[in-house]
């Protein structure tokens, strides 16, 4: 019997996936720590409170520019997932009693922080009789109610596309709705095994039809073609996504999926082009992008694009500054290219 590190048995995709050593990265897949006062002065701020962010405890390599720009992750509804996603390192489980204090702790933490912008997510909690809808919506409320001003995008599953766990999350008002697919149709299914393409599309649609900015992301090097990734793009588009990561799947333990292929700095340069061709108003590509990454400015741009107005307190997120894992900035620049400030 092959053990876990959480001591539970395998289960029989783990076991077939640790058959497969992980894979030795490529040379562009790296990151420089550069430092500024904001960073420095929120990282005293978080050790000094014994804060907690997905930032932080995941080991995110992007939290240097995030914090610069006063922007964190949080995570939410416990450390145990009702769902088993072959790239995620979030264990599958039975999850925690619900914390009804944890709205008010996130929101406390995003004001003692002094964020500006903030993104939350968190588990599947299809254990909930409402899937974890109020916990999602009620931390949004929080975090407007403590924090005017301060923007909150809101990274949800997809609560089986019900309409009455739909309209108490949408009900909060963040101001980016996000749902990543993460893969292309084709291998969707064995990817992620408690979700539906078409039902995840629905989800972004019914949030677009509501009047949010929508986003999502693509996860690459899990299979799929360069077509198919292409073609998974045209499909957010049509559904009603706004704005959209891509980034490359890194492999977090043996258990997980193998890496099929390591995708380049110039192939996210050219996936980049095509969503800006297909209608994104918002596409940041990159090997170690990650779909909070730079979610701020992304938000300040598509707010440009619809031609509505971005609070005073968030004006400072339409300032052109560089986004160092997109992917333009790790190639050389060609005529014409443009860097997402």
Request: hydrophobic letters at 40%.
């Amino acid at each position: 019997m092959t053990i876990a590190p959480e001591g539970r048995r395998m289960l029989r995709i783990e076991a077939r996936n640790a058959e497969t050593p992980i894979e030795r990265k490529p040379s562009w897949i790296k990151t420089k720590a550069v430092m500024g006062p904001e960073y420095s002065e929120l990282k005293q701020l978080v050790h000094g409170n014994g804060l907690h962010t997905v930032c932080e405890e995941a080991g995110c390599p992007n939290i240097f520019e995030c914090w610069e720009d006063r922007e964190a992750t949080f995570l939410i509804g416990g450390s145990q997932c009702t769902r088993r996603c072959d790239f995620c390192q979030i264990d599958t489980g039975k999850p925690s009693a619900l914390d009804r204090m944890e709205p008010r702790k996130v929101a406390l933490s995003v004001q003692k922080m002094g964020l500006k912008y903030s993104t939350i997510t968190g588990v599947a909690r299809d254990d909930l009789e409402d899937g974890g809808a109020w916990l999602y919506a009620e931390t949004v409320r929080q975090i407007h109610d403590l924090n005017p001003g301060t923007g909150v995008e809101l990274l949800i599953p997809d609560f089986d596309a019900k309409p009455d766990q739909l309209a108490e999350v949408f009900s909060s008002r963040p101001e980016v709705l996000a749902h990543n697919v993460e893969t292309v149709p084709r291998i969707f299914r064995r990817i992620r095994p408690g979700f539906r393409y078409e039902r995840s599309l629905s989800v972004l649609t019914a949030a677009a039809e509501d009047g949010f900015v929508t986003k999502s992301n693509l996860m690459l090097g899990m299979g799929e073609t360069f077509d198919e990734v292409v073609d998974a793009m045209q499909m957010l588009r049509d559904a009603g996504c706004d704005l959209l990561t891509i980034n490359q799947y890194l492999r977090p333990s043996v258990r997980h999926h193998p890496v099929d292929r390591w995708v380049k700095p110039e192939e996210f340069v050219e996936l980049a082009e095509i969503g800006e061709e297909i209608g994104f108003l918002g596409v940041m590509a990159g090997p170690m992008v990650r779909s909070s990454y730079r979610a701020g400015r992304l938000w300040a741009k598509a707010m440009t694009h619809k031609g509505l107005p971005i609070p005073a307190e968030l004006e400072h997120l339409t300032e052109p500054r560089p986004s160092r894992q997109e992917a333009a900035s790790l190639v050389a620049p060609r005529p014409g290219a443009v860097s997402l400030a």
